[in-house]
T-cell receptor
């Protein structure tokens, strides 16, 4: 199993450009999520999905779109990149247990710089 | 809004010492996870606690979930340089939003 994969690993964008960060998992997990990690801010939830066709907003959703057409894939789209979106982005997936215990598996991250 | 506060923010100690880091909230969580993250990598799950008062041990690491399920602690016995990293707690609830604390950056000096 490859686990959670993310592409690209590094990306530089100019302000106003759009792009899609790819995330895929091969563990048949229903739950997937996107986080951004900034110095001193920990991991902040952008969007999450509890299954194919279902998405919802996290703490910091503005400027980002997601869709979940398959169980395996959960791409994150930046609509019009801004310098404030410079960050490290992590995708994660997990199964859900009866106790709502989401043990997440993380990808290696995408380091995005917006100039 | 649910918040998880971790303390201390930074901790630097000598190899062989013991330490405890904390994860506190005013909200109740149905489960809480601890992760460790090394530079340039994604967080890796260490443990999940789901029952108030629960204690779990992972070699030299002891995790405890508070009786009211609002707080947790991580105790490391005889710290080693390999324990160096960013320790994150995360809380889950029935609304499916999993939130993270800002982390404790731990540095063990040889």
């Amino acid at each position: 199993n490859a686990g959670v994969t993310q592409t690209p690993k590094f990306q530089v964008l100019k302000t106003g450009q759009s792009m899609t960060l790819q995330c895929a998992q091969d563990m048949n997990h229903e739950y997937m999520s996107w986080y951004r990690q900034d110095p001193g801010m920990g991991l902040r939830l952008i969007h999450y999905s509890v299954g194919a066709g279902i998405t919802d907003q996290g703490e910091v959703p503005n400027g980002y779109n997601v869709s979940r057409s398959t169980t395996e894939d959960f791409p994150l789209r930046l609509l019009s990149a801004a310098p404030s979106q410079t960050s490290v982005y992590f995708c994660a997936s997990s199964y859900s247990t009866a106790g709502y215990s989401y043990e997440q598996y993380f990808g290696p991250g995408t380091r995005l710089t917006v100039t | 809004t649910q918040l998880l506060e971790q303390s201390p923010q930074f901790l630097s100690i000598q190899e062989g010492e013991n330490l405890t880091v904390y994860c506190n909230s005013s909200s109740v969580f149905s489960s809480l996870q601890w992760y460790r993250q090394e530079p340039g990598e994604g967080p890796v799950l260490l443990v999940t606690v789901v029952t108030g008062g629960e204690v779990k041990k992972l070699k030299r690491l002891t995790f405890q979930f508070g009786d009211a399920r609002k707080d947790s602690s991580l105790h490391i016995t005889a710290a080693q340089p390999g324990d160096t990293g960013l320790y994150l707690c995360a809380g889950g609830n029935r609304d499916d939003k999993i939130i993270f604390g800002k982390g404790t950056r731990l540095h063990i000096l040889p």
